[in-house]
């Protein structure tokens, strides 16, 4: 196989494929009923299931039993370059974002309105943010008549569950904490096929990165409401790490008339996925029993440099000593951002709601360099809108959505000048696009 035709094909994909071993956008996607068609302003709101993840204390004072879920459908996203795009054929691509909570409210009852609600509300909250897999396909043949092919196959699991609680302190003030379990998979594996037209041989390359993670979240949040006045403020730590764990696998094979050669390694490494500090705080203010507006800032700690995993990057190894993918970003430094969210909701009749929202999806992903040695996340900053239209009957909450964010910046292309065993990489634009449909939904015992 020619490295020309190798380079084309990794630097297609250096920008195409998805980086999603470590999140580097933490505002894409929003849960819940209210918080989704308002661009997720919603600390301080926390007026429904939702608050268990964004604040809370506003469980304190939302109705007595009650569950709700809402569910996403990734439908589209890209990622291209701006001097230029290969198609890639996806094979198979799926993403349904999950969130589901049950509330129960206890404890004595006195006053009217807000300060009717009981003094404690005890919840359980399941949040299943990725469940992806996706296979990219891509094969070229220069003007030698060389075909290649690479293949990238990405399988992401995330899947958070635990416990909350609420408790009104006051007839203002409420507080309350969510403790939360997550369990992550990531895999990804590289296959890269090449045949050279003058020889009867045909080169595999095929390499596993795998990680397996498992941290405790704690979430607290802190919800004044005073009339049609609300502010609100949670903070998470950063996440407790209970167990990281990764392999590593790497094969060669080279086939021809003269027989096969097969070359195999493996090795177990640690792995280093960290859960950033993230603060959020909150006003909403409902100006007419109709209008509501609503306002959020984030903020997202920095994350210290790191290896995700305990392995070399492609042309760093030693003979016999697998490396780690070549579309793999192997630092955990990662920047602090603010992002920020503005949601309005207008209750058009009795029992129909319109939720309009914007809100900024900032990446935490280092700058990226001029030219490089290994690959690292791309860095787009990001802004997006989301639209809802919901149905409220007798105590059921039914709403469907549409949201959309965009963005441009910089990432690092495969430089065509080094070589296939140790490549470097050069600074390019590129363009984040996503799209997602929604639909929620809550039931309230009487």
């Not at 071993?21 to 929003?30: G, K, P």
């Not at 795009?85 to 807000?114: D, H, I, K, M, Y």
């Not at 903020?299 to 579309?327: I, K, Q, R, T, Y």
């Amino acid at each position: 196989m020619r490295p020309p035709v190798v380079l084309a094909l990794l630097a297609a994909l250096a920008l195409a494929a998805p980086a999603g071993a470590q999140r580097v956008h933490h505002q894409t996607l929003a849960v819940g009923d209210r918080a989704l068609g308002m661009g997720g302003a919603f600390t301080g709101l926390a007026s429904d299931q939702a608050a268990a993840w964004y604040n809370p204390a506003g469980l304190a004072l939302i109705d007595r039993g009650t569950v709700s879920g809402s569910l996403l459908l990734h439908a589209f996203e890209d990622l291209r370059l701006a001097e230029g795009e290969l198609r890639l054929a996806q094979e198979r691509r799926s993403n349904f974002p999950l969130f589901a909570t049950g509330v129960l409210r206890v404890g004595a009852t006195e006053g009217e309105g807000e300060e009717a609600a009981p003094h404690h509300a005890f919840g359980v909250v399941v949040l299943r943010p990725l469940q992806v897999s996706r296979r990219f396909e891509l094969a070229v043949e220069n003007e030698l008549g060389e075909p290649s092919s690479l293949f990238i196959d990405e399988l992401e699991h995330e899947t958070l569950f635990g416990f909350t609680w609420a408790s009104q302190l006051a007839a203002r003030w409420s507080l309350g904490a969510s403790l939360v379990a997550t369990v992550r998979r990531f895999e990804q594996r590289e296959t890269l096929i090449g045949a050279p037209a003058d020889s009867d041989v045909i080169a595999v390359r095929t390499g596993l990165t795998a990680v397996k993670s498992n941290h405790l979240i704690l979430r607290v949040g802190a919800l004044y409401a005073a009339g049609r006045f609300r502010a609100g403020l949670m903070i998470q730590p950063p996440g407790l790490p209970l167990r990281q764990q990764g392999r590593v696998e790497e094969q060669r094979v080279r086939a021809s008339g003269a027989g096969d050669t097969t070359t195999f390694a493996e090795v177990q490494v640690d792995a280093r996925v960290p859960v950033p500090l993230i603060a959020r705080v909150g006003m909403s203010y409902r100006f007419e029993r109709d209008v509501t507006l609503s306002v959020d800032l984030q903020f997202v700690g920095p994350v210290g440099g790191g290896a995700f995993v305990d392995a070399p990057a492609p042309g760093e190894e030693a003979p016999d000593e697998p490396s780690a993918g070549a579309f793999i970003d192997l630092d955990t430094e990662r920047q602090q951002v603010l992002n920020g969210a503005l949601g309005f909701e207008w209750r058009a009749s009795r029992g129909l709601l319109l939720r309009l929202g914007a809100f900024t999806d900032f990446s935490t992903a280092r700058e990226v360099p001029a030219t490089a040695a290994r690959y690292q996340s791309p860095r787009n900053h990001s802004a997006g809108g989301s639209g809802s239209l919901g149905i409220t009957i007798q105590g059921r909450d039914i709403n469907i959505g549409l949201a959309g964010i965009g963005g441009r910046g910089r990432a690092l292309l495969l430089d065509p000048r080094s070589g296939v065993e140790r490549p470097s990489y050069s600074r390019v634009a590129s363009q984040r696009r996503v799209i997602y449909f929604f639909v929620t939904g809550s039931l309230t015992g009487h």
